[in-house]
Nanobody
Framework: VQLQASGGGLVQAGGSLRLSCAASGRTFSRYGMGWFRQSPGKEREFVGTISWSGGSTSYADSVKGRFTISRDNAKNTVYLQMNSLKPEDTAVYFC??????????????????WGQGTLVTVSS
């Protein structure tokens, strides 16, 4: 599975962005998907995850209620809708794919494939 993230950019605090992650391959619907982010000088952190069917999601406390993950298996794409953005959301955002023992996964080492990242900058 190859992943291509897009949709990053510069936005003012309080604004919104939608990230997309397009996957290649015919087995996309078998994979759980996740979004992670990494800021300069910080470790990569979990943002959110969605099960292969799209029926289950989980989010980091820092984004819960503001970010929403969805997927369209017919388009081999997963989305991250980000609302009420804050300067502390500034980071490179990565999408990832994996086949988990559970419905979804919140740790990076459970993912097998990673996209290249897209930069989100939130100005104050």
């Amino acid at each position: 599975v190859q992943l291509q993230a897009s949709g990053g950019g510069l936005v003012q605090a309080g604004g919104s962005l939608r990230l997309s992650c397009a996957a290649s391959g015919r087995t996309f619907s078998r994979y759980g998907m996740g979004w992670f982010r990494q800021s300069p000088g910080k470790e990569r952190e979990f943002v959110g995850t969605i099960s292969w069917s799209g029926g289950s999601t989980s989010y980091a406390d820092s984004v819960k209620g503001r970010f929403t993950i969805s997927r369209d298996n017919a388009k081999n794409t997963v989305y991250l809708q980000m609302n009420s953005l804050k300067p502390e959301d500034t980071a490179v955002y990565f999408c990832a794919a994996g086949r988990f023992n559970n419905e979804y996964a919140a740790t990076a080492d459970e993912y097998d494939y990673w996209g290249q990242g897209t930069l989100v900058t939130v100005s104050s």
